[in-house]
């Protein structure tokens, strides 16, 4: 049987495109690294693959905004390719600088039932600083393929400037986490209401990730491809041993998703 296939997005200032790679590669993908020209000069390579990888970094210099130069050389060329590419069942992931991407391409959160567009936006922490640190997040299984299933909690890193998820309507929060498309939260393990620094960033509702109506399409903040090994976590020679990271869970999720 044929290995799923991806493609992980390369541009100027993208740095988590080998990482990426990897993660997906380790649970048996196959996999190709991409430079956006090339997709640009061939779309047709969408034809072959399965899912589609915008990794993390600061792609174009995050120049104007973060991720705005991206999405906007994506959504003028290929904004129908993309969108004939979920139609035919293609996943999507964007991680930090790539979630930032599909938000700004309107590729996410996705328009309602009608037809009407929902803004959201991802923008400066509220602490105006680089915020680099480990978080626990809730998962909603609901909707979204690339959710692992049987976990309720992951920790996984975040490193960004500019990852406040924002509404313009906050009855969009709402919306949101009732049709299962907030699929990850940031989350006080006590219970108690997310503050900073577990909500690292100060985003409405504690929204860390969200998926389109579809559940084929997933942004998320923290970096999962980060997490693959128990190694990669600060404490992991404290905690009871482990065969993996959270951050694999995901990556598996996804490529079964595929096959």
């Given amino acids: 049987m044929a290995k799923p296939s991806a493609l992980v ?14 993660a997906f590669e380790r649970e048996g993908a196959e996999v190709e690294r991409v430079h956006v020209n090339r997709l640009l000069e061939r779309p047709s390579l969408l034809d072959d693959v399965g899912l589609v990888a915008v990794p993390g970094g600061f792609s174009y210099g995050d120049d104007i905004a973060a991720g705005k130069v991206l999405a906007v050389e994506l959504s003028h060329a290929l904004g129908d390719h ?9 996943l999507l992931l964007g991680i930090c600088n790539g979630f930032q991407v599909l938000v700004k391409t309107g590729l996410l959160p996705g328009a309602r039932p009608d037809g009407t567009p929902r803004h959201v936006t991802l923008t400066w922490n509220d602490s105006h600083r680089y915020e680099d640190r480990w978080v626990h997040l809730s998962v909603d299984p609901g909707l979204c393929v690339f959710a692992p299933k049987g976990r309720e909690l992951l920790h996984l890193p975040v490193a960004h400037g500019e990852g406040r998820f924002t509404v313009a309507d906050e009855g969009l929060i709402d919306e949101l986490v009732e049709r299962h498309q907030a699929v990850f939260r940031y989350i006080d393990t006590s219970g108690a209401t997310p503050e900073y620094p577990e909500n690292p960033n100060g985003s409405m509702g504690h929204v860390a990730g969200i998926c389109d109506p579809t559940g084929q399409v997933l942004g998320l903040m923290p970096h999962p491809e980060r997490a693959l090994f128990p190694w990669h976590h600060p404490a992991w020679t404290r905690e009871p041993k482990r065969d993996e990271g959270d951050g694999a869970s995901l990556f598996r999720a996804a490529v079964q998703a595929m096959r």
């Fill in 9 to 22: 997005l390369r541009a100027a200032g993208i740095n988590c495109d080998m990482e990426t790679a990897h």
């Fill in 82 to 90: 993309f969108r004939k590419f979920v139609d035919r069942g293609g």
